[in-house]
């Protein structure tokens, strides 16, 4: 059968394109954490290797900073601008050595995302599941928000449970209680340097 170019143009726009999905921006920064992830535990090496590999994609997946003013809470806004910008530095130390520690060897896993993105009000909502030989998998899921032009992570949801900044603002919210801003950064770099996440 022979199709013309009018013909064949109509066919085209008829057929379904599933790739539309895979190109949502939110899924393409989900993606590419793991990606990363996996690049570092297939490298293995050592936690310093690791983080140095994994930090500059963990600062173009995740809003570090409004992770950071969430986690802290109510308390941000009477925290010195000083004082703001080494709790997002300690924040970020936190989370690339979490990221470097959990991840460090591979055994054949692999990350899936689900097809449908998520809207949550303004925000998006990226599910996957982290699957291992042997071992029951695991739901991950990730909430982004447009910023820079981008959508980058504003929380992790492991397990479909709980989230992960309302952990920490449950951990947050002792440790600024006793000693305020300072001792919540010796706090941060204490859990950095321990990796005992």
Do not use: C
């Not at 064949?8 to 793991?34: G, M, N």
């Amino acid at each position: 059968m022979r199709i013309t170019v009018p013909s064949a143009v109509l066919l085209a726009l008829a057929i379904p394109v599933p790739a539309v999905a895979q190109s949502d921006p939110a899924r393409t920064t989900v993606q590419a954490l793991d990606d990363g992830l996996i690049a570092i535990m297939k490298a293995k090496g050592t936690i310093k290797s690791r983080s140095a590999t994994i930090s500059p994609v963990i600062d173009r997946a995740f809003d570090l900073p409004l992770m950071t003013r969430l986690a802290v809470g109510s308390a941000w806004t009477t925290t010195a601008p000083a004082d703001q910008q080494a709790l997002v530095a300690a924040f970020r130390r936190m989370t690339i050595a979490q990221y470097a520690t959990n991840f460090d060897s591979w055994s054949g896993e692999r990350f899936a995302i689900a097809p449908q993105i998520e809207a949550r009000g303004g925000d998006k909502l990226v599910r996957t599941t982290l699957t291992t030989p042997g071992k029951a998998d695991i739901a991950i899921s990730y909430r982004l928000r447009a910023s820079g032009g981008g959508w980058k992570i504003i929380d992790v949801f492991y397990r479909n449970s709980i989230s992960q900044v309302a952990t920490r603002r449950s951990d947050f919210a002792t440790v600024l209680a006793k000693g305020g801003a300072k001792a919540l950064i010796a706090h941060l770099d204490r859990l950095a340097a321990k990796g005992d996440f």
